[in-house]
């Protein structure tokens, strides 16, 4: 017996899952073949992770290992829904794991969040980390922005857009980013959290590094850090929040005044809304200074404040994306499941054959790590299920390119992954930079389908 096992989605999820279920003991072979919307693996950690986070972003290392030992399909520029169906996999495979991520902002329901101005996180995330699918220009003209979220992608969007683009050079930023990013006349970023400093979600490391950027002052008020007992508690309690708060008692500290730029950290601020400047841009932010309540949770004051700004971000989390004939969650943006089983939408019953992993199973919060956690109780329900999965027509490996080829799809595959992948780091080599990223998604599937030559000054050319 051989399990024929499709897995949806490339991120870390997905190749965690494959990676353990080869691993797994069990009394059948397997074969795996991973779809991919992209032409290149790796999710979020490809196109979510910030460029200047190389140690992260070194975590491709470890998904290249597992994808390199060969016993692994993988079919890139397929999506799932568009190419192919959950009725076609059905035909090929004995099971299916979605692991399809998290993409697109959570709403923010406030007065004027559409006005223009108004951006969401992971729009922004993927213009800076050069996702194929978003326009290549993001409108930077504001001087003064505020970005809402006290989480590390509301660090990550505070840093680049206060960071110097010089300072980003060394890494794979994109050249249209580096562009966009040098011409940006910022001077002032306002994070605003509506709890306070103990009550933060940001990890120490991520918030250390902001006190690092080169001409930014790093701005807290003294009025934040009068704590309750919670408060208190927290940070004598939680060596994170222990160190979060020696941070934050240092920048209090610091002298400041010579730098061009500014980083604000507001704590205790509900949002009320965007105010419109009569044209339907953004003009300023109005929130609700708010208290702590003694339990570690925050209540109204009443006092109303206004910042002008000409720019927000909400990185108020990341929400999943439903997929065509595959049960949906809208109010959690997940896959109903039991530990990794997906549940009929209505009746609640377990779906022979269907699984999810990652964050479409359990939701956009959590590290990499914790992917594959996910991902062994995952496997470890799809191997015990055996006796439930689905009855193939054709498990034979070769009718599934034969039927992506029929249907027109230009598909890539592990070679051509490594091709894409050789190209980017030798034009980041002609550079003297660790990669340089393609960005179009053309271009990307030009490099991987071998139809592109490339010069030393890192200019392509597509042969006929
Ligand atoms: C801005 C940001 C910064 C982060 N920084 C860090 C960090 O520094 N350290 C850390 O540990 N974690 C970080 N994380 C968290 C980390 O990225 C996630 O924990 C992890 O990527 C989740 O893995 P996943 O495989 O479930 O989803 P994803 O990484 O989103 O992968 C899902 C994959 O599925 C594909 N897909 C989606 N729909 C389809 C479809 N219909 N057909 C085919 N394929 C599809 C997507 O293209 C994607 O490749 C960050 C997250 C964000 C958003």
Do not use: C
Request: a negative charge.
């Amino acid at each position: 017996m051989k399990l024929r096992l499709a897995i949806v989605g490339a991120g870390p999820a997905g190749i965690y899952a494959a990676d353990i279920l080869l691993k797994h003991e069990r009394a059948f072979d397997v074969s795996i073949d991973l779809f991919e919307r992209l032409p290149a693996p790796y999710g979020l950690v490809r196109y979510g992770v910030a460029p200047d986070h190389p140690r992260i972003k070194g975590i491709i290392n470890a998904l290249r290992d597992v994808l390199d030992r060969g016993d692994i399909r993988i079919f890139g520029n397929v999506d799932f829904g568009t190419d192919i169906t959950l009725d076609d996999l059905k035909q090929h495979y004995h099971a299916v794991i979605f692991s399809t991520g998290a993409v697109r902002d959570a709403p923010l329901d406030i007065e004027g969040i559409d006005l223009e101005g108004s951006y969401g996180a992971a729009d922004f995330v993927n213009w800076f980390d050069g996702h194929p699918d978003v326009p290549r220009t993001w409108p930077l003209e504001a001087r003064e922005v505020a970005v809402l979220g006290n989480g590390n992608v509301a660090l990550d969007i505070s840093r680049i857009l206060a960071k110097h683009a010089d300072d980003l050079l060394t890494t794979e930023v994109p050249d249209n980013v580096y562009e966009g990013l040098k011409a940006s006349p910022v001077t002032d970023v306002h994070v605003f959290g509506r709890r306070g400093p103990a009550q933060v979600k940001f990890t120490p490391l991520e918030l250390r590094e902001l006190g690092e950027l080169r001409d930014v002052d790093m701005i807290v008020y003294d009025e934040d850090f009068d704590y309750d007992d919670a408060s208190k508690l927290a940070v004598a309690s939680n060596k994170q929040v222990m160190v979060i708060d020696r941070v934050l008692q240092q920048w209090r500290q610091r002298e400041t005044g010579s730098a061009s730029r500014r980083l604000h950290l507001h704590f205790y601020a509900k949002p009320l809304g965007l105010v419109d400047d009569g044209t339907g841009r953004v003009s300023a932010f109005r929130y609700e200074r708010t208290r702590p309540d003694g339990e570690g949770g925050v209540v109204g004051t009443g006092e109303i404040r206004e910042i002008p700004i000409q720019a927000f971000y909400r990185a108020v989390g990341y929400f999943g994306s439903p997929l065509a004939g595959v049960p949906f969650d809208e109010e959690h943006g997940v896959i109903p499941n039991h530990e990794g089983r997906v549940l009929h939408a209505e009746s609640n019953e377990i779906l022979s054959g269907v699984y999810a992993t990652g964050w479409i199973k359990r939701g956009p919060v959590g590290l990499i790590g914790h992917t594959k956690s996910d991902a062994m109780e995952t496997i470890s329900h799809l191997v015990g299920d055996q006796s439930d999965w689905w009855s193939p027509a054709h498990p034979d490996e070769e009718s599934v390119p034969a039927l992506l080829a029929e249907r027109g799809v230009e598909f890539t595959t592990l070679d051509g992954w490594h091709r894409l992948d050789q190209h980017e780091l030798a034009l980041g080599a002609a550079r003297g930079r660790e990669r340089v990223k393609v960005v179009p998604r053309e271009e990307m599937v030009d490099v991987s389908l071998d139809r592109v030559s490339s010069d030393v000054d890192g200019s392509t050319h597509v042969s006929d």
